[in-house]
């Protein structure tokens, strides 16, 4: 999409707005392209930068062409959502009060559920707003026919379980029927979570390759807002230009306040969405792992090496997970290159080796040389032309001992029937895999690694995000207390996080207790320093 200087006589319902220079590409965006095209538009900033603004605008200047070329299909009908009503009346709805209050034409109806921007002869954009505070309040899309669907902050700003549900997404495009003007979906937001739906779906629609829908992100620069207030002080004089120099040393003031405050409450994770203007991920409570480092495990592609054994990790229970790795050298302490993870949701031990494991273990070249014949049609595969030991090892409930030992949970036996293993407990012991988890993090690669362990980004999206915080133990707000318990780790993570690290818990205890790692570190030699008098020379 070109870039074009818009004319201010396009944006004449807005007065006395200069929108920053990204915001102006979004606005013309908006404003630009055929009648049969949907156009997903993503403005994204930290706080304060003027994206809430920059839609209202888009929308209204959308109006602005209608009204030149299609002056008879107006207002244009849009859609305003945010995750509850609360928030929706004390920011959006406060910004385009804002707006009123600097001279915009707007009209509040229904007791503010509603507002008509122009005049009573000449109506623009009719805006209706929706609270979802319930996933199911995205209801209240349907039979509603609209051309622009406006998400405000889609993501939670502190949390997970807030944000507007995706569903809301899917219904609004739906209601998008408003006939003969560009059909458009605007999404304002402060960089969400890394798992937000908003960017998976940004990413599908992209590949999709749909001849009528476009998707685009645009990410204000932080801070573009103050350079921007200075550019209109430098081009201005007088008092005008006085006003604009205060405007901007108040924006920074105020980003540095936040950046501070954040800080101070240990959420830097905050900091680095909410000013930093970064995709990061969401820190509740206390990660578990707390040595996880993104840049320095996870790597774009991993492939086995020689012919090295396999390991499958386990943790049952009502949605098993698997974690796929492999351990380097003869005697393993080469490092440890995790392949693929997966926890399959509500279903039981046998769907998911089926489902996942075996499919993926071939799709990966893993599959085993014999298997034992069972009863689960698993017996006969091709052989591959390398060939792997395996070992299983997991959580030591699901261990099956023919009949004498919890006969009443046949885990084992499935992975002993469809696998042809045997499985190999793990500890009980919590603090053991816990010390297991966050020392293996820690220790050092060899030559060409960064870290011991590598991640495989490809197989390993939901271990990924749970290493970098999903997986937590919750805090008390109050009093700022962490409870450190697996109990509690897995309430507040749920099964879709808590599973895959654990699972791989049970391996590293087995292989690379933390123990081990303390009398390779306490061997190491101390550094001598610089005999040095008190007077320091």
């Given at each position: 999409m070109p870039r074009r200087e818009l004319d201010r006589t396009e944006v004449a319902v807005t007065p006395g707005y200069i929108p920053s220079p990204t915001a102006e590409e979004f606005i013309w965006a908006v404003r630009e392209g055929p009648v049969a095209e949907l156009r997903v538009l993503i403005v994204q900033s930290s706080r304060g930068e003027g994206k809430t603004t920059s839609a209202a605008v888009a929308i209204m200047t959308l109006a602005e062409r209608v009204s030149q070329e299609w002056p008879d299909r107006l207002p244009v009908r849009a859609?305003?959502?945010?995750?509850?009503?609360?928030?929706?009346?004390?920011?959006?709805?406060?910004s385009l009060r804002d707006l009123g209050r600097k001279g915009l034409a707007i009209d509040w109806?229904?007791?503010?559920?509603?507002a008509v921007i122009g005049s009573a002869e000449r109506p623009l954009v009719h805006l209706h707003f929706f609270g979802l505070d319930r996933p199911e309040d995205a209801d209240k899309l349907?039979?509603?026919?609209?051309s622009v669907?406006?998400?405000?902050?889609?993501?939670?700003?502190?949390?997970?379980?807030?944000?507007?549900?995706?569903?809301?997404?899917?219904?609004?495009?739906?209601?998008?029927?408003?006939?003969?003007?560009?059909?458009?979906?605007?999404?304002?937001?402060?960089?969400?979570?890394?798992?937000?739906?908003?960017?998976?779906?940004?990413d599908l629609l992209a590949d999709m390759g749909i001849e009528s829908v476009r998707v685009r992100r645009w990410d204000i620069p932080p801070g573009e807002k103050e350079r921007h207030f200075r550019a209109l002080a430098k081009a201005a004089s007088g008092e005008e230009s006085a006003a604009w120099e205060a405007a901007a040393d108040e924006f920074r003031a105020y980003r540095e306040w936040c950046q501070g405050a954040l800080m101070a409450i240990g959420r830097k994770d905050l900091a680095t969405r909410l000013v930093g203007g970064q995709i990061a991920d969401v820190q509740v409570g206390e990660a578990v792992v707390s040595t996880f480092d993104r840049l320095?495990?996870?790597?774009?592609?991993?492939?086995?090496?020689?012919?090295?054994?396999?390991?499958?990790?386990?943790?049952?229970?009502?949605?098993?997970?698997?974690?796929?790795?492999?351990?380097?050298?003869?005697?393993?302490?080469?490092?440890?290159?995790?392949l693929a993870s997966h926890t399959s949701l509500n279903q039981p031990l046998e769907q998911h080796l089926q489902e996942w494991v075996i499919p993926t273990m071939g799709r990966r070249g893993l599959m085993p040389v014999?298997?034992?014949?069972?009863?689960?049609?698993?017996?006969?595969?091709?052989?591959?032309?390398?060939?792997?030991?395996?070992?299983?090892i997991g959580d030591p409930s699901m261990l099956w001992e023919g009949g004498t030992v919890r006969t009443q949970n046949t885990s084992g036996r499935v992975i002993q029937e469809m696998l042809g293993a045997t499985l190999e407990p793990g500890p009980v012991d919590w603090d053991a895999r816990r010390e297991a988890l966050n020392s293996a993090f820690l220790r050092a690669g060899g030559p060409e690694r960064k870290r011991f362990i590598q991640i495989d980004k490809r197989d390993n999206a939901l271990l990924i995000q749970a290493l970098g915080g999903r997986f937590r133990y919750p805090k008390d707000m109050a009093s700022g207390r962490i409870l450190q318990t697996i109990a509690a780790a897995k309430k507040a993570s749920g099964p879709k996080f808590s599973g895959v690290p654990d699972a791989l818990a049970y391996g590293l205890a087995v292989l690379y207790p933390a123990a081990d790692w303390l009398r390779q570190v306490s061997r190491r030699p101390v550094p001598k320093a610089p005999r040095r008098s008190w007077l320091g020379a």
């Open positions: 859609a305003v959502i945010r995750d509850s009503w609360v928030n929706l009346e004390r920011t959006t709805i406060e109806r229904d007791q503010g559920r509603q349907q039979g509603f026919e609209a669907l406006w998400l405000e902050e889609g993501a939670p700003a502190a949390g997970f379980e807030s944000g507007i549900p995706a569903e809301a997404f899917g219904l609004g495009v739906t209601s998008l029927r408003q006939r003969g003007i560009p059909k458009r979906v605007l999404v304002s937001m402060n960089p969400p979570d890394g798992d937000a739906w908003i960017l998976h779906v940004e320095m495990h996870v790597v774009p592609a991993l492939e086995a090496m020689g012919s090295w054994p396999i390991l499958r990790l386990y943790d049952g229970g009502g949605s098993p997970s698997t974690v796929i790795c492999q351990p380097l050298g003869d005697d393993g302490r080469g490092g440890l290159n995790i014999q298997r034992t014949p069972g009863a689960y049609g698993q017996a006969t595969q091709a052989v591959r032309r390398r060939t792997f030991t395996y070992r299983d």
